[in-house]
């Protein structure tokens, strides 16, 4: 059985957004993507993969397809085939995500 503590994966940069890797295998992805200041990530979309949003710090505001949602630390939210997700950090703090997709990007 493979460890990883996800703390350790917990960086900013004063650039762009960071992302780190938290596990990767033929079946699913998964990485911690973390926002400082008004940074934010995509849009992304994946034809073929579901994907899980979970805010582990922080507040974001996430628009998965049409839909909007100001998120904060505890909540999740899923991204269907297909769906573009963008976030960006929301609050005056940093924030850290969770995303999971399945099966991994192509």
Do not use: H, Y
């Amino acid at each position: 059985m493979k460890t990883r503590r996800v703390t350790d994966l917990v960086q900013f940069n004063d650039e762009a957004a960071r992302t780190e890797v938290l596990f990767e295998t033929e079946r699913v992805f998964s990485q911690v993507v973390c926002l400082q200041g008004s940074q934010g990530l995509g849009p992304v979309s994946d034809d073929q993969a579901e994907g899980l949003v979970v805010v582990l710090a922080g507040e974001v505001a996430a628009q998965i397809g049409k839909g909007r949602a100001r998120m904060q630390q505890w909540e999740s939210a899923l991204v269907p085939p297909g769906d573009e997700l963008m976030l960006r950090n929301a609050s005056a703090e940093p924030s850290v995500v969770l995303l999971v997709l399945a099966p991994p990007p192509a």
